[in-house]
Each structure stands twice: as C-alpha cells, then as structure tokens.
C-alpha cells in the first residue's frame, strides 16, 4: 500500500486527478486548493462548477486549518458517527475557489479508511472525493461498473480493491445558524 500512495501523492502534487476507492464508493479526486486541478475534476465529470464537491481531511486538525469556526455540534457529530459522514461548513479557507459553494460553504469528510487517511496524510492537503461517474449517470458501486470514459480520462488510476463493493454514500449534514442539524442525504 505504501508504493500506491506515495504514486497518489506524487500525481497529487503534479496537479494529476486520481481515481481511488474511498470509505464510501470509488471516487474522483485531486489536490481541493489547486483550482486548476480541480476545473479538471469537473470537465472529467461534465459536471457544472456550481455545483459543489466533498473534501475529505485526514484529522480534526486538519479540518481546523480550513475551518476556522467549527460548531460544537459538529465535532459532537464526527465523535459519534457510525457511518461515514460529511459535514457542510461555513466560511472555509485556503480551498480552491471552485470547491466552495456559492453560498460559501464546503462539504468535509474525515473518512475512517486506511487508505484514505494514509493518502491525505502523506499528500498533507486536502483531496477532492466525488463518485466516479459522469453526472447524472449512475453512482459505481464496484470498479468493473466505472465508466470506460472516466477511467480514459482520469490521470492516476489506484491499484487496490478492484473487487470491492460499496453503494454507500456518506450522510449529508448542514448546520444551521441556530446549531439544528439539517439533513441534507441521509
């Protein structure tokens, strides 16, 4: 696993999007503060740029470096979480202008795989997580199900866990201002 993720971070840091299986389902990524990288992201998906992606974190610290308010409510959230969970957040900083919504938000996921963690880990950014399909298309629920024009047009394709099955996506939570949980995907 090691070999697999220093060639992820070094297509990570060539700017390079990568096709990697996630604690959820296979995913679509990058480096989330290189704008660049991520316009790539939503060409490969024929995806429109207002609608915003998932970025995953390796840690709460990690989350604190682009979220400068984290609610209480939130980190109560991501402690007792049983299935992976993606948070929306107010205010984010130091993210590519492009993974941000509109409305000045961003989705963050601390996924609990090893891969994953390792990934962002050793890359020390933040990466793009979106489902490997065209938009609008059907989410992958296995590798063999990937569409062959993402997987021709993705720079960096994982070697690990081709046979794994997962249709699960995370749960979507917002936070109002008020601190009530909105559910956004259950």
Same mark, same amino acid.
């Given at each position: 696993?090691?070999?697999?993720?220093?060639?992820?971070?070094?297509?990570?840091?060539?700017?390079?999007?990568?096709?990697?299986?996630?604690?959820?389902?296979?995913?679509?990524?990058?480096?989330?503060?290189?704008?660049?990288?991520?316009?790539?992201?939503?060409?490969?998906?024929?995806?429109?740029?207002?609608?915003?992606?998932?970025?995953?974190?390796?840690?709460?610290?990690?989350?604190?470096?682009?979220?400068?308010?984290?609610?209480?409510?939130?980190?109560?959230?991501?402690?007792? %979480?049983?299935? !992976?969970? /993606?948070?929306?957040?107010?205010? $984010?900083?130091? =993210?590519?202008?492009?993974?941000?919504?509109?409305?000045?938000?961003?989705?963050?996921?601390?996924?609990?795989?090893?891969?994953?963690?390792?990934?962002?880990?050793?890359?020390?950014?933040?990466?793009?997580?979106?489902?490997?399909?065209?938009?609008? %298309?059907?989410? !992958?629920? /296995?590798?063999?199900?990937?569409? $062959?024009?993402? =997987?021709?047009?993705?720079?960096?394709?994982?070697?690990?866990?081709?046979?794994?099955?997962?249709?699960?996506?995370?749960?979507?939570?917002?936070?109002?201002?008020?601190?009530?949980?909105?559910?956004?995907?259950?």
């Amino acid at each position: 696993m090691e070999t697999l993720v220093q060639e992820c971070v070094k297509a990570l840091q060539e700017n390079k999007t990568i096709l990697y299986p996630t604690d959820t389902v296979w995913g679509l990524g990058c480096d989330a503060t290189n704008t660049a990288a991520v316009s790539k992201i939503y060409t490969l998906k024929n995806r429109v740029a207002s609608k915003s992606l998932i970025i995953l974190v390796d840690s709460i610290t990690m989350l604190q470096d682009y979220i400068t308010d984290i609610p209480k409510v939130a980190l109560d959230i991501l402690e007792k %979480a049983t299935k !992976p969970t /993606t948070i929306i957040y107010k205010n $984010p900083k130091g =993210l590519a202008t492009n993974v941000v919504a509109e409305d000045n938000t961003v989705g963050i996921r601390i996924p609990n795989d090893v891969f994953c963690k390792k990934l962002i880990s050793e890359f020390g950014k933040p990466i793009v997580s979106t489902s490997a399909n065209i938009s609008g %298309a059907p989410t !992958p629920q /296995t590798f063999s199900e990937i569409s $062959p024009a993402i =997987l021709h047009s993705v720079d960096y394709i994982v070697n690990l866990h081709h046979d794994k099955i997962n249709d699960t996506s995370s749960t979507i939570l917002r936070i109002t201002d008020t601190d009530k949980i909105e559910v956004i995907r259950a």
